[in-house]
């Protein structure tokens, strides 16, 4: 099973920008379709973004798109989520996930659909 960890949280002014990445083990990287997902606190964790295998799909959740950019770099073992215009309602704990195959037909994704996930990384966006 993959590991992950994530990095690069932290505070920002609300309009800032933060790149979070995600670290996988193992030599099958690439056999794994990935994902962000975030939650706030009392509430549960939601989808924000998607990516196949191969990069060839990509899905975000509506509140993020045109903001974030989800990247990978399957010879690196990384996955990326570059969030730009941040708003204080991106405000929580992020966290990467793994799913061993593909993505489905779907455009998205819940928990039970990933069977890897990191610790999580505090993002804190001020007003």
């Known amino acids: 099973q993959v590991q992950l960890a994530e990095s690069g949280g932290g505070l920002v002014q609300a309009g800032g920008s933060l790149r979070l990445s995600c670290a996988a083990s193992g030599r099958t990287f690439s056999s794994y379709a990935m994902g962000w997902f975030r939650q706030a606190p009392g509430k549960e964790r939601d989808f924000v973004a998607a990516i196949s295998r191969n990069g060839g799909r990509i899905y975000y959740a509506d509140s993020v798109k045109g903001r974030f950019t989800i990247s990978r770099d399957n010879a690196k073992n990384m996955v990326y989520l570059q969030m730009n215009s941040l708003k204080p309602e991106d405000t929580a704990v992020y966290y990467c996930?793994?799913?061993?195959?593909?993505?489905?037909?779907?455009?998205?994704?819940?928990?039970?659909?990933?069977?890897?996930w990191g610790q999580g990384t505090q993002v804190t966006v001020s007003s």
């Open positions: 996930a793994a799913r061993w195959g593909n993505l489905g037909s779907g455009s998205t994704y819940y928990t039970p659909d990933f069977g890897s």
